[in-house]
């Protein structure tokens, strides 16, 4: 019945069968489950060998189960079964025990009595059952139309009762009598298919599920059904000896596997149910509980996702790699339909490139990078033979130092980068199978690297590689559209391979410590180096490499309407090539980060960065841009516009007598013009004035809101405590106040999608009631804002970082605020500034994933920077014991040694 009796620590029969006649049976069965549950746990903790455990478990189970069996009565035509992962012998801490009430007959009302009493009693001693009550006849006829309960059937275990009643199901529902090896095989691959398509046919999910995502343990399960079916085989390792697994493969599925299986258990422990999906809530526990720990360069959490993704990259390997071997060499047989000869070395049999024996790479191992070099340089190869990939699988220690140095291998190496066809594809089978990071170790360092937070979705290697895609891509006229500038520079590149190269090392020493950027320079000079780039390649690459952030930085962190920010901008660029290298390179790279990352809002301030820049650099650097130019030819604009509408230049004037310049940079000339007809033409001066409506070239990127009021320094506030109650954001805020106190305030908004909702009327009339009525009722406003703060950002803690510094240019202070996102933030920032009396000019808010990176630029009351050291110190302490109580709310934290630069030095 079973192999293996429960542990003796665990079951005395004697004992046992002593406290059932001396106490009510529910407390000793619950007792002795209790005692079980203290020991395996103890033992999962003490480091024992995964395996060992879920089997042991499952044995445990089976002699629970055959004494509360042994309490009702019954005869020998009825048996109890163990299926589906029970049934294989497996049981985790809190998994569904799954049984199977066979009966001979096809009428088991006979057994009522006793099956629900015997149910009921497992349910009184909290056994969390899976039970179906059937017999033969009816089992054969629902696995004949369900493959799942076929498979479930192909996974019994009598635990007690009649072994002949289970072995004629078992001779019922075998390969022979219902579904054929090859019928199952398209049917579970289907099944596959549409679970994978659940998770994104991805394994790299911030929150994977361990059992059901790609490369989780379902995968594993499902070769095991498929290949078991096939040779009529019990157990995995028989699979070696039919020539279906190698050892090494055996090997790796059974590391795997165990390490999943270590994951699984620990979650179930942590949840107190049987939770399978690896959530934030849980990963920094188990990375501890794992001996995963911080380190100087890299979080333990970080290094423990490593390893999770390493094993379920290396599980989805296996099981794309097998299930196509099942397929081509059994099923299909080994038949060949067409057979094309690309060389002395490869052929394409039916669409898929071979080698032309099985000792090709041993004895040419420049054929390992050669076979991808022809896969993008072929459009009609659909991909490699299962064959040759078990023999990549096996040449790829082949890689070494001796075959990096040579120069056939580095020729085929750059050739693969200039492949016409699907070069995105090619290096991502050259990951998966293992020979890109084996030809650059410095890949091979990051695969499967995270960074645990919410802002970078994949880890750096996936990055990469979708980095990489995104540029190849913009060739297709869907994603010219989309991104035309990009797509124009790109197909216009003389080299793109060297954009690629820029790609492939922009972020390849993260991880290390230190700046990645400079880092990545350094790997990326050797890369050139090594391969034969001329000096000028060379300095292009590692120039891009290095400041691959800067073009994003300055577009979302500075005033792009500042003529000073646009030349110093160009000075670091210093050419029109770097420029347009970078300006595609940030463009995809924002977009392989994380795709809810890029908004329209954002491509325009990239594309103004790029033409501005672009102008600068054509005008000549020398040829500096005179920012009072600037204002007056705006301001003359605006005049022309308005006197086209009969307003009066003087009363424009007057009305702009002491507004600032930045009004007149910022803002287009229509725009202006607008604003300065909708105040003259006001009528009620104790009313404001709120003007909306969607801004862009040719597509709105975001809804523009100006208002202006009398006698009112605290717009911002009430905006922004407005505006976060109606679930909108501001990217943008530029705010002028004049010396009689009139706001000239505007707005730059996308509601809760990201998204402008100038076209959405509903929305836009309560913006305009709710701006009215906190305007003019200041002091009904309510800055704590009360939404519920989502469960992945409540996993995150971080210490609240403000730095103050002096722009003594434009004669205002600088307070940048990095803190942890939640409801409510902006405004509470506000509700401080404003309780300290400050002015703000600016506001540029931006948000990576849990952090907010938010810059304002203030004033005091005066119109004057803070110069008061004491005040600053009050101010950012202020900030950051408040921020961080109400984050402490949701996690634990603390406060960061801010920075306070009065003087164009930052001090501690």
Known sequence: MIEHSAPAELYDAPRFASELASQPPTEVFRQALNHAADHFNQRFHQGEYVHTLVNEQAVFMDT?????????????????????????????????????????????????????????????????????????????????????????????????????????????????????????????????????????????????????????LRDIQLLNWVAKRHFNVTRRS???????????????????????????????????????????????????????????????????????????????????????????MIYKKDRVRQEIVLNERFVVRDGLIDTVDDYLFGRNPPALLELFALLGENEQIEGIRAATIRQLRLHRGLIDESFRNNPVNKALFLRILRSPWMLSLQLQRMSRYGILGSYLPEFGRIMGQTQHDLFHIYPVDVHTLQLIRNIRRLTRPEVAEKFPISSHIYKSLPKPELLIIAALYHDIAKGRGGDHSKLGMVDTEAFGRRHGLTEQEIALTCWLVEHHLLMSTVSQREDISDPDVIH???????????????????????????????????????????????????RGLEQRADRSEWVADSKAAVRNILVERGISSDAAAELWRDIGDEFFLREKASHVADFT?????????????????????????????????????????????????????????????????????????????????????????????????????????????????????????????????????????????????????????????????????????????????????VTDADHQPLVNLDQCQQLREVLCSELDQRNRAESAGGSEVTQINLNGQELS
């Open 238 to 328: 028989q699979l070696i000896g039919a020539g279906f697994l190698t050892e090494e493969e055996y090997i790796t599925l059974r590391r795997d596997e165990e390490f999943l299986w270590k994951v699984r258990y620990g979650l179930h422990l942590l949840a107190g149910r049987a939770e399978e999906r690896l959530l934030f809530d849980y990963q920094r526990a188990l990375a501890e509980q794992f001996g995963f720990f911080d380190s100087d360069d890299r979080l333990g959490v970080e290094k423990f996702m490593q390893r999770y993704y390493q094993a379920v990259l290396s599980i989805r390997e296996l099981n794309d790699v097998l299930l196509q071997y099942l397929d081509e």
């Open 568 to 618: 110093k901008f160009a000075s670091q660029v210093g050419n029109r090539r770097r420029l347009e290298f970078l300006y595609v390179l940030t463009v995809a790279d924002i977009n392989a980060t994380n795709p809810k990352l890029w908004t329209d809002w954002k491509g325009s301030l990239m594309r103004n960065l790029y033409f501005e820049t672009k102008w600068a650099l054509r």
């Open 677 to 857: 007809a909708a105040i003259l033409a006001h009528q009620q001066p104790d009313q404001p004035i709120i003007l909306l409506r969607d801004v862009g070239d040719e597509v709105p990127v975001a809804t523009q809101v100006f208002i202006h009021s009398r006698d009112r320094r605290n717009i911002f506030a009430l905006a922004a405590a407005t505006f976060e109650r109606l679930a909108i954001t501001i990217q943008d805020a530029r705010l002028q106040t004049s010396n009689d106190d009139r706001a000239f305030d505007v707005f730059y908004l996308l509601d809760e999608q990201g998204r402008p909702f100038g076209s959405n009327q509903k929305l836009c009339d309560k913006v305009v009631a709710e701006l009215t009525r906190s305007i003019l009722s200041p002091d009904s406003v309510k800055f704590d804002i009360h939404r519920r703060t989502s469960r992945q950002l409540k996993q995150f803690t971080l210490r609240t970082s403000v730095t103050l510094s002096n722009d003594i240019e434009h004669n205002a202070t600088i307070i940048e605020v990095i803190t942890l996102d939640r409801p409510g933030l902006l405004a509470h920032i506000a509700q401080i500034f404003l309780r300290f009396g400050l002015r703000v000019l600016t506001a540029r808010i931006a948000t990576l994933g849990e952090r907010v990176e938010d810059i304002f630029h």
């Open 64 to 216: 629970v189960l055959q004494q509360a069996w042994q309490q009702f009565s019954w005869d020998r035509h009825v048996c109890l079964v163990a299926v589906g992962g029970y049934g294989r012998g497996e049981l985790h801490p809190h998994s569904d025990i799954d049984l199977l009430i066979l009966v001979r007959h096809s009428r088991p009302e006979r057994y009522r009595d006793s099956i629900e009493k015997f149910l009921a009693f497992l349910w009184d001693i909290q056994l969390k059952v899976g039970q179906s009550v059937r017999s033969l006849a009816q089992c054969v006829s629902e696995a004949r139309n369900d493959i799942t309960v076929a498979t479930n059937l192909m996974e019994t275990r009598l635990i007690t009762g009649d072994p002949k009643l289970l072995d004629k199901l078992r001779a019922k529902t075998a390969a022979k009598k219902i579904w054929p090896s090859a019928l199952f095989y398209t049917g579970k691959l289907a099944e596959q298919q549409e679970r994978h398509k659940k998770h994104g046919n991805t394994e790299y999910n911030l929150e994977p599920n361990v059992k059901e995502a790609p490369g989780g």
